[in-house]
Structure formats: C-alpha cells, structure tokens
C-alpha cells in the first residue's frame, strides 16, 4: 500500500503541517516530515478537514439505476470531499430487510469510493404500518443504525412510537422525514403569498412543524433518540432549540440548498427548484444559519437525489421532487457559513463530519486529523471559484441547481483509509 506525504496542509485552517499516510492511519504530523520513498502531495494553500459524513444521500440501487448507482453516487461522494454516507431506504425494493441493506452496503465495498452505511427502513415498504425488521438490520452486515422511511414521514404517532422503542435496544436512531401527510397534499412549494400568486399549492411550515413538536415528545416519552432530516423553516429551529433545551436527545440536519436557495426561485417554473421540503423564505434560510452556528442544528446533510431528465425536464407539477448535492456541499458551507463569518473550519468539520459520524454511531469516521487516527482526510480548495457545470458530474444525473452559478472552494483530494479516491481533483 502506498504511503503519502501531504506537504503544507493547513489543519481545519491552523499553521500548515505535513501529514503522513500510511497503513491506512495518519502517522505522523509534523513540520518537515521525511517523504523516505512517501508519494508527496503538495498541499500548500490547502485546508485539511476530516473524511465528510453523509447522513442523507439517495444512491438509488437497487431499482433506479437510470438515475444513480452506488458506483456512480459515492464517485460524487469522493469528489464531494465525503468517505462516509448514509445511503436513504427509498429505494426499489425498499431497504426494509438485513438482505437488501446488505446487497447496498457489499456493492458500496466493492465500488471503493466511500463508505456505504445503509438506512433501514423503518415500515415495511415505507407503508407506515408495519415495524421493518429493524433488528435483523441492526445484526446484519451492514450494522444498521438509522432507520428511515424518508420520502415518506412516519406520520402514525403509535408507529412512530414503537419505533423510537425498538431502536434503543441497539442504541439506533429514528431519522424523521417530517412531513404531515393531510396537510401537504399535492403541494408544490412554499405556502405564501407567492404560492398563491404562481398558481402551485403551498406547503404550510406548520406541516414540517407538528410533526417536529410531536416526534421530540415521543422521543422524550420512551427516552429514545430521534434525528430530524433536513429541517427547513425557521419555526423548526425554534422547537428543535426547546427540545435541545430540556436534554431531550434530539438531534437535526439542514440541507445545502436550503442554507441558500430560496422559494422565490420558483416563479421561474423551473422544477431544478422543485425539492422535499421545499425551498422556504429569506427569513427561514437565516433562522437556519443561526440554527446550524449555534448548535441547534446538528449537521449539514445533502439530501442528495438523483433524477433523470424524463423526470425533471417537464411541467412544475408533474416532476419529481430532489436536487443533487454531494459534488457542491462543501462549497455552499464555504459561502453561506464560512465566508459569512458564521463559522471557521473546525465548524464545518464538527458538523460536517464529528457529528454526523457520532449521529449514526460510526466509529471510524469524524475523528479529528491527528495522529493515530484513521487517514480519512479531505484537502480543500478554499480560494478557488468556479461556475458549475451540470455536465461536470459522477452523478448519472443532471439536476444540479447552481448550474452556471459561481460557488466558491473545490475538493482537490479525499483519502479514505489511506487510499486517495480523488487527486487532482479527479476520481483516482
Ligand atoms: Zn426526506
């Protein structure tokens, strides 16, 4: 196995260090380390972070792979600066037995890119009726821990119950797609007076809201844990605070667009903007950065969903809903977080990869760059800006919402356990 010398990385943005990559650890930090026949990599000008943790990303195989592959969606990982994600249960069939999150979590082994932690479903066929067998998940290869019927909420309180129960034997997590099911149906974007305006039926925050309310009480109930995906409104910040401020264990993510894209984008009728939860307010998107700077919320999560065009390239009403993002997360942190002054690069590791990693009880992954610990790193790019191209993807899809937009920063390597996935900039 090949040993690298990183040259003058600047650990989460500190003094530049050298860094020594061997036997799949970092063993070595320190000024003017011996290369002693070590392939260098020059990183001067280059911020060191830790391996990114994924805690929400569609791969879509089995079932769908028009749109995503676990090859192709953790190559996307790779060039995102990711060595871990958690690939969503939505898939065809449903990851709702120890055989399918295992077929999921053998094909991202053998792709090699990034780590593949399976979510398990948490009903049978997401129907929200019926517990999964969510400890032969647990047990299986793939050691499931968080539990998901993402795309769908568990909306059923006893079902949502039960779960939060059952999960505690082995220390899993709930993740909550939280999405009242009555009060969202055939919506289409944020409800407001441009909801209004557009013609497209509004998606209350009060829909996201309840569910949030409810879930925190029932987790608090049968003292479980409950993860709340991609929160998107201010209100949801609010109660997830208050949940957090009782020692409730709680914890949230937001996604990249949501920390920039608003829902005056949909008056362009392009459904590239049309996404689960919808794109919110000006006000939300604020409410959101102070949540995620001052800990209220946990994580950043892509929520990474591949289309293919048929989907995508029609009328508002009739696409599907998602937007890539494992290529472009590290950068919309850069702008929206970093660059803004909200956060420093320690930030961005803590919720980028120590949190998620401990969210889904990854042991190996957001550990800190030092000494010892497993050399999943990533070198970043921070001066460099670029105007994204859709067609400059791993994804086999296309619907990239900042096409032609200029986004700062670029992954130029991501090591997982040693072993450069990307270099250059490009899959190795
Ligand atoms: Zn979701």
Known sequence: MTTY?????????????????????????????????????????LVALPGLVDLHTHLREPGREDAETVDSGTQAAALGGFTAVHAMANTEPVADTAGVVEQVWRLGREAGHCDVFPVGAVTVGLGGERL????????????????????KCVSDAVVMRRALEYVKAFDGVVAQHAQEPRLTEE???????????????????????????????LAAHVESRVHICHVSTAGSVEIVRWAKSKGWNVTTEVC?????????????????YKVNPPLRSTGDVEALRQGLTDGTIDAVATDHAPHPHEDKDCEWQ?????????????????????????????????????????IGRLANHGRPVAQGEPANVVLYDPAFSRVVDPT?????????????????????????????????????
Not at 135 to 150: K, L, P, Q
């Open 5 to 45: 010398l990183v040259r003058n990385a600047s650990i989460l943005g500190g003094e530049p260090t050298d860094l020594l990559l061997e036997g799949g650890a970092i063993a070595a930090v320190g000024d003017n380390l011996e290369p002693n026949g070590a392939e260098v990599v020059d990183a001067a000008g």
């Open 132 to 151: 999964a067998e969510l400890g032969a998940m647990a047990d299986s290869a793939a050691r499931v821990r968080v539990f998901s019927d993402d795309g």
């Open 187 to 217: 919506a289409q974007m944020n409800e407001g007076e441009l909801s209004g305006r557009l013609g497209l039926r509004g998606w209350p925050a009060v829909a996201e809201e309840t569910i949030i309310a409810r879930d925190c009480l």
């Open 256 to 272: 990249p667009h949501h920390l920039l894209l608003t829902d005056d984008l949909a008056a362009t009728y392009d459904p590239i």
């Open 318 to 358: 009739a696409a599907a809903f998602g937007m890539l993002g494992l290529e472009t997360a590290l950068s919309i942190v850069q702008q929206t977080m970093v660059d803004t002054g909200l956060t420093d690069w320690a930030g961005v590791a803590q919720r980028m990869s120590l949190n998620p990693a401990q």
């Open 392 to 428: 400059e993807t791993a994804s086999l899809s296309r619907n990239n919402p900042y096409a032609g937009r200029k986004l700062p920063g670029r992954v130029v390597a991501t090591f997982l356990r040693g072993r450069p996935t990307v270099l250059d900039g490009k899959i190795t």
